[in-house]
């Protein structure tokens, strides 16, 4: 059994187990969930001096690593295929890492424990499957496998309004679902394995244009499924105008939910975009990068006001994250190297810099018992060490110089700049936006006069601190020193760029065309 089927059917294991446990032993069924997150992250890092830098991935299946095939619906040409490239173990270290965090941060779960982490182990089995799977089938296995658990993990142990979130969301990711079944079922019918001469799932094989047959050879149909693929993965992302559900169910959910919703789970979109529809239609998509840097300047622009004019914190870091997932949008439609590693990049620090967000708005929600940023005031001087954490997380956020945030925006603006001009200037007014929401809640939650109510509030604990100083060490680390992390990701993302580059149909030719005159 190789290293990515451990860690993707390990946190099965542990829910299994969980579920046996006594349900009043509470702090068995706690640390039985960190020992299996634990185990996975300290695999993963165990795969990262093995790391190729040099292999490319993407469309070559001999340059994957830790690949793993097996046969297993061979009728219908289902395997169970599995490896990584400098796109996807990135994504992997980032969601072994946050899965021990929010376990840690899950602590003061008091009811139904043996559910909620039994739940989450399933959830974590479904992320990893997700960002290893080469085959299409299996792909859309664990996409699926993600979402009975979050939708239970929102309903069951969130907020007031968790129902409605959770119904919510449940039915905006049905929705992209089905357009994705729908757009996997046209490829399947319509490429050819030209070894076995049988119909397959195989993205690899997929990425392969001369394996497309039938309704692939018909620009309509190309265009047709961009679209279905592009729906189905914008409403993970979120982009606008599919982002509704995510305030709220950012809002409903525990915090280490709205950690791995920010964290892990709003880059699968992204990242099902890069892994499959850039490679197997890169002529569709190439014809439509206007498009998609227009819907990322959207996202900056619209997620930052939005941010602006919330008076609950948890929904301003969600807004936030619809603004920082438009740097991701922008930078990976100009399919230039920087635009390619700084998407890649920004994902990846947007997951550490969000997570921390997300924390210290549950630190505060515990003592507090609510999030409405006027209700504060002054607690810098109540709680030092938290106010600490925010500054770090709140500057990360705006990009300043020294930290993560603020390389992975410059990658994403350097990429971008040459080829979407325009877009790129108005994008880049979001950083003001971005800082001056920021700033002025930094300023109604931490200074001025002390609110009375909040003058006894302890400071932050060692628990809390356990699970947020890992993180500002990596925002901190990769603001200073990045090559660790662009190493993993510039062959693959460099050479995706490359193919896309290439990428041009000549009937797409036209509507690129006038796509680049806006």
Request: with cysteine; charged share 10%.
């Amino acid at each position: 059994m190789g290293p990515l089927t451990l860690i993707t059917f390990l946190p099965v294991l542990g829910a299994a187990i969980i579920a046996f446990l006594p349900k009043d032993n509470h702090q068995l069924i706690r640390w039985t969930a960190v020992f299996f997150t634990a185990l996975v992250l300290v695999i993963t890092l165990s795969l990262f001096p093995q790391f190729d830098r040099g292999a490319v991935g993407i469309n070559q299946s001999s340059s994957f690593q830790f690949t793993e095939q097996a046969s297993w619906i061979p009728a219908y040409g289902i395997s169970y295929f599995v490896g990584v490239d400098g796109l996807s173990f990135p994504m992997v270290l980032l969601t072994a890492l946050l899965c021990v965090i929010c376990v840690i941060a899950s602590w003061g779960i008091k009811t139904g424990l043996r559910g909620y982490f039994a739940l989450f182990l399933l959830l974590e089995t479904g992320m990893m499957g997700t960002f290893v799977a080469l085959d299409f089938f299996l792909f859309y296995v664990f996409w699926e496998v993600m979402l009975l658990p979050m939708y239970f993990l929102i309903g069951v142990w969130g907020g007031p309004r968790r129902v409605y979130a959770a119904i919510k969301f449940f039915l905006y990711t049905l929705f992209g679902s089905v357009l994705m079944l729908i757009a996997l079922l046209v490829l399947y019918f319509n490429v050819t394995d030209p070894t076995t001469h049988l119909h397959t799932f195989n993205m690899l094989t997929m990425m392969t244009q001369n394996t497309h047959s039938g309704l692939l050879n018909v620009n309509t149909v190309r265009v047709l499924l961009f679209f279905g693929l592009f729906i189905g993965f914008a409403i993970k992302v979120p982009v606008f105008p599919f982002h509704t559900w995510l305030p709220d169910a950012h809002v409903e959910a525990p915090t280490a939910i709205s950690v791995i919703l920010a964290g892990v789970l709003l880059k699968m979109g992204t990242y099902g975009m890069l892994r499959i529809m850039y490679p197997i239609l890169p002529d569709v998509t190439r014809s439509f990068g206007w498009f998609l840097a227009l819907m990322g300047m959207i996202n900056i622009i619209y997620g930052a006001f939005c941010a602006m004019a919330q008076k609950d914190l948890k929904k301003l870091v969600a807004y936030s994250s619809i603004s920082h997932m438009g740097y991701v949008m922008l930078a990976m439609a100009s399919f230039t190297p920087a635009g390619m590693n700084g998407a890649v990049l920004q994902m990846f620090t947007h997951g550490t810099i969000t997570a921390m967000l997300f924390l210290l708005v549950g630190v505060i929600y515990d003592r507090a018992h609510h999030r409405e940023i006027n209700g504060f005031g002054g607690l810098a001087n109540v709680m030092p060490k938290y106010m600490g954490m925010t500054a770090i997380a709140f500057f990360a956020s705006m990009g300043l110089p020294g930290l993560s945030g603020f390389i992975a925006e410059a990658l994403c603006f350097i990429g971008a700049f040459p080829i979407w001009r325009l877009y790129t200037m108005v994008s880049i007014g979001g950083i003001v936006i971005t800082a001056a929401y920021l700033l002025w809640t930094l300023q109604r939650v931490f200074f001025g006069q002390v609110n009375e109510k909040y003058i006894s509030l302890p400071d932050i604990n060692t628990r809390e601190l356990i699970t947020l100083v890992p993180l500002a060490v990596i925002v901190l680390i990769f603001g200073i020193w990045p090559q660790p992390i662009l190493d993993l990701m510039n062959s693959s993302m460099t050479y995706l760029g490359q193919i896309m580059q290439a990428g041009s149909h000549p009937i797409t030719q036209a509507i690129q065309t006038a796509g680049s005159a806006l």
